[in-house]
Antibody, heavy 121, light 107 residues
């Protein structure tokens, strides 16, 4: 069974940093692109970033480009999101998601339950 | 950026009724559209990809149609567990974008 478990969220002051992790199991992690999606409280879904299976290709939403860095450690089956220069508008539940197939489709299946990030002074 | 506009925002229906949710794209996304279901406190679940293909384990009462700019998610006969929020998503252009969501609630 595929499992994705996020961690690392919490309360941080504006301008601060956090590193989120997503521990994956139940599939060959290195064969799949992985994605971070966030959901602000009571709001819809917002794509944040995607990384290829090898880690060699990354994409970011304009709202986080230059502040967030996606990475992965395929030896540890773990996905990361380094978040710097955090703003109040980054407050959200951050979820990781696996691509549907080994040929990257950018369809997300399944998703983790998410880790909450609150940016506030 | 491709803007996805979902309608209606809320759909009030009874179990057994047919649900139709619309997603309109600001420019053509070909057939590169997916639908997700999200229940309160749960992660989204992929229902439909490439506009009309059901994901693994998704019941046949869920169907998707459309191409270009106009797409529809249909639930042929609502089951109690289908009351949830539904989102569309496109992958034709960067950035990947989601619609604002449609809540299907019990009437």
């Amino acid at each position: 069974e595929v499992q994705l478990v996020e961690s690392g969220g919490g309360l941080v002051q504006p301008g601060g940093s956090l590193r989120l992790s997503c521990a994956a199991s139940g599939f060959t992690f290195s064969s799949y692109a992985m994605t971070w999606v966030r959901q602000a409280p009571g709001k819809g879904l917002e794509w944040v970033s995607t990384i290829s299976g090898s880690g060699g290709n990354t994409n970011y939403a304009d709202s986080v480009k230059g502040r967030f860095t996606i990475s992965r450690d395929n030896s540890k089956n773990t996905l990361y999101l380094q978040m710097d220069s955090l703003r109040a508008e980054d407050t959200a539940l951050y979820s990781c998601a696996k691509d549907r197939t080994t040929v990257t489709t950018y369809w997300f299946d399944p998703w983790g339950q998410g880790t909450p990030v609150t940016v506030s002074s | 950026e491709v803007v996805l506009t979902q309608s209606p925002a809320t759909l009030s229906l009874s179990p057994g009724e047919r649900a139709t949710v619309s997603c309109r794209a600001s420019q053509s996304v070909s057939s590169y559209l997916a639908w997700y279901q999200q229940k309160p406190g749960q992660a989204p679940r992929l229902l439909i990809y490439d506009a009309s293909n059901r994901a693994t384990g998704i019941p046949a009462r869920f169907s998707g149609s459309g191409s270009g700019t106009d797409f529809t998610l249909t639930i042929s006969s609502l089951e109690p567990e289908d009351f949830a929020v539904y989102y569309c998503q496109q992958r034709r252009n960067w950035p990947l974008t989601f619609g604002g969501g449609t809540k299907v609630e019990i009437k």
